[in-house]
Every structure is written in C-alpha cells, then in structure tokens.
C-alpha cells in the first residue's frame, strides 16, 4: 500500500520558461484537500473517516501510552498508514509537518517490536539528520514506556560514551 497526502507543490527558487500552450497546473494535481489517496494499482482505498486509535486492534499498554500522550484520534496518515503497517505490509506515506507521520510508523513498530536484549536491538529507523533522529526519539520513548521498551538514537558529531550505552542496553 502507498499512502501519499496531496500536499501544493513546492516552487523552486529558479523559474523556468512556460512551454507555449500549456497551463503551469495540470487539472489533476489542483486538488489540496491533504487526504490520503491510494496509489497502487490493484490496492483498494483506505477508509480514514471517524477513525479511532481503539480499532487498531493494539495491546492495552500502547493504548495507555497513547492517552496519556494526549493523542486522542489518529490523523489522516496515521489512520492510513497503521493498519497495513500492523498487517505486516509496506507503507509508503507522505504528509505535511506535524500531521503524525513519527506515530505513523512509531505505533505499529512499537506494537509488533518484541523485548530486546542488551547488544541486540530489535528495530532501528533511519533518519537524515541528527535533530530528526532525536525528534523520533523524544516521541517515541513515552510510548516505548508504557510498553517497557527502551528507545535510544546514535548518531555521529557527539561523544560514544551514552549512545554505547544505548546499544548495550538494547
């Protein structure tokens, strides 16, 4: 399943020359409404209305860790991503900042992630920077409590000494 949020392009910096006779908008992409759309073929479309993080399905530890974070109802991509991402399935989503995309991935790894072992983590998520990296991590470690999983990040340009601790930990 590819969930993908419709969000307004972008205009980059340089401007490019207009082709004769054609509109700098194609009519398919004038749509902005940031609901999920399934772009798979052959893949049927996700419901996202009235959704509820209790029809998930998840243990009762997650789900305390989710109220006590104050989340009440799941956004757009988070009620488009979690349910195949619990199946098992790739999820492939894209969305606005601040729309919950960290809960998105977070909840089913957390959800189907068993206990580590010290020198054996179980799930790693790859971010691009390290303030990104830190940001999924101040997220996460809250529900990672509730369920008793530690949450840790590593990353270069700063001492070893805790993030080795991390990995040791697990």
């Keep these: 399943v590819r969930m993908v949020a419709e969000q307004p392009a ?3 910096r340089r ?3 207009r ?3 054609s509109s700098s908008r194609s009519e398919d992409s004038s749509s902005s409404d940031n609901q ?7 893949d049927e479309a996700i419901p996202v209305d009235e959704c509820r993080f209790d029809q998930f399905g998840l243990n009762d530890d997650l789900m305390k860790g989710i109220a006590a974070c104050g989340y009440r109802d799941p956004s757009p991509i988070q009620s488009g991503a979690i349910p195949p991402a619990l199946e098992g399935r790739d999820v492939s989503g894209r969305a606005p900042t601040g729309s919950g995309k960290t809960l998105a991935f977070g909840i089913p790894m957390l959800a189907t992630v068993g206990k580590s072992t010290p020198r054996k983590p179980r799930a790693r998520v790859l971010a691009p920077t390290r303030e990104l990296a830190e940001q999924i991590r101040r997220e996460l470690v809250p529900l990672g409590k509730a369920q008793r999983r530690f949450i ?3 990353y270069g340009g700063v001492g070893y000494g805790t993030q080795t601790q991390a990995l040791v930990k697990g």
Excluded at 36 to 42: F, S, T
């Design 10 to 12: 972008r205009r980059s």
């Design 15 to 17: 401007r490019r020359p």
């Design 19 to 21: 082709r004769s006779g």
């Design 36 to 42: 999920p759309r399934d772009e798979a073929p052959g």
């Design 152 to 154: 840790g990040s590593v």
